[in-house]
């Protein structure tokens, strides 16, 4: 029986992708998981988290990981529809991995709504949607680790070129980065997400 575990990372970040991340694994194999010291990424180092990425690749039986960009962000944000774009990601995930049941962490205040979403963009899949899955299923806490690795790895490449810290907006140095960037160009690079309300601040201040 094939166990499925989804999560995202990134999703309150001003700039950079949404990353979704999924594993599947036989369930036999779930308790390996755990023994490798996996737990939900935000309880790990980034070095930690940088080991166990590799540790999870080489256990698991599948795993797939996906982007969704600012500007897709944005659009959805537009028509209120972050909830269900990142539904939509998860449902590809979830089909691409074809697991007999699915974990995911819920965004949506309604976990049941949300898992239902899921299940019939990706053909009625058995999906079990619960608030800080991360932290309760091993399955998704792998794939958060996922998630976060792959989003650390985007922001790490932005810095290369720009000074733009974490990417939150509780990061001075990301709001700068923005007021910046603004106040300088009279526009904003196409990895930072336009529709965010602390962007949308800085642009109606300048």
Same mark, same amino acid.
Do not use: M, N, Q, V
């Given at each position: 029986m094939q166990i499925c575990g989804v999560d995202d990372a990134g999703r309150g970040s001003m700039l950079g992708p949404l990353v $979704?991340?999924? +594993? =599947? +694994?036989?369930k036999t194999k779930i308790r390996k998981l755990s023994a490798l010291g996996v737990k939900d990424s935000k309880q790990l180092s980034? $070095?930690?988290?940088?080991? &166990?990425y590799k540790k999870i690749i080489a256990l698991v039986d599948d795993y797939y990981v996906t982007k969704i960009s600012p500007r897709s962000i944005d659009s959805s944000v537009k028509n209120h529809g972050l909830n269900s774009l990142e539904a939509k990601y998860m449902a590809k995930v979830i089909s691409k &991995?074809? =697991?007999d049941t699915s974990f995911v962490d819920s965004c949506d205040v309604n976990p049941k709504r949300f898992g239902m979403e899921i299940s019939r963009l990706s053909n009625n899949k058995k999906i079990r949607s619960y608030h800080?899955?991360? =932290?309760k299923y091993v399955v998704v806490s792998a794939a958060s680790i996922l998630a976060k690795v792959t989003r650390d790895r985007a922001i790490e490449r932005l810095r290369k070129n720009h000074d733009v810290g974490s990417g939150?907006? =509780?990061?001075?140095k990301t709001i700068n980065f923005v007021k910046k960037y603004y106040k300088s160009e009279k526009t904003l690079p196409n990895f930072v997400r336009k529709s965010w309300k602390p962007t949308q601040k800085i642009i109606l201040e300048n």
């Open positions: $979704i991340a999924g +594993i =599947s +694994i036989d980034p $070095i930690k988290r940088k080991e &166990l &991995l074809d =697991s800080h899955a991360d =932290s939150y907006p =509780s990061d001075r």
